[in-house]
C-alpha cells in the first residue's frame, strides 16, 4: 500500500504565494509611509495595511507550503481586501489610488483562483486523484 503524498503544486498557487508575499511587504513599506511623513493618508488606515501586510507575508508561506489554513484564509483575506482596496482609493491619495486598485483586483481573481479545484485538491479540500 502506498501512502498518500501531497498533490504537486499547482503554478498558480506559486503565484499567488509569491502575490501574496509581495504584497505584503508592499503593504508595510507604504504603511512606513505614511508613518515616516513621506506619504499620505490617514494614520488609523497605515495600521490597516499593516495587519494586511503581515497576513501578506504569512499568506505567501502558507501558499507555497500548501497550509490548510491559507485556502480558508487567502479567500477570506482577499475578499475583505477589496474593502481595504475601496479605502485606499478614498483616503490614500496618489499611491493609495494605485495600491488600491491592485488591492481589488487580487481581492476578486485570487479567491476565484482557489475555489478551483487544482487548488482546492492541493489544500486538501477536494477530491484527491489516486492515479498512479
Request: glycine share 18%; no cysteine; hydrophobic share 50%.
Amino acid at each position: 500500500m502506498r501512502s498518500q503524498s501531497k498533490p504537486k503544486r499547482p503554478v498558480g498557487v506559486i503565484v499567488i504565494g509569491a502575490i501574496a508575499f509581495a504584497g505584503g511587504l508592499l503593504s508595510l513599506f507604504g504603511a512606513a509611509s505614511v508613518f515616516s511623513g513621506n506619504a499620505t493618508g490617514p494614520t488609523w488606515l497605515a495600521i490597516v495595511v499593516v495587519v494586511f501586510g503581515l497576513l501578506g507575508l504569512s499568506l505567501g508561506v502558507g501558499f507555497y507550503t500548501g497550509a490548510r489554513w491559507a485556502w480558508m484564509g487567502g479567500i477570506v483575506i482577499y475578499i475583505i481586501s477589496i474593502l481595504l482596496g475601496i479605502l485606499e482609493i478614498v483616503y490614500g491619495g496618489t499611491i493609495g489610488g494605485v495600491g488600491g486598485v491592485i488591492r481589488i483586483v487580487a481581492g476578486i481573481v485570487i479567491p476565484l483562483y482557489l475555489i478551483r479545484p487544482g487548488p482546492k485538491t492541493y489544500f486538501g479540500k477536494g477530491p484527491v486523484s489516486h492515479s498512479s
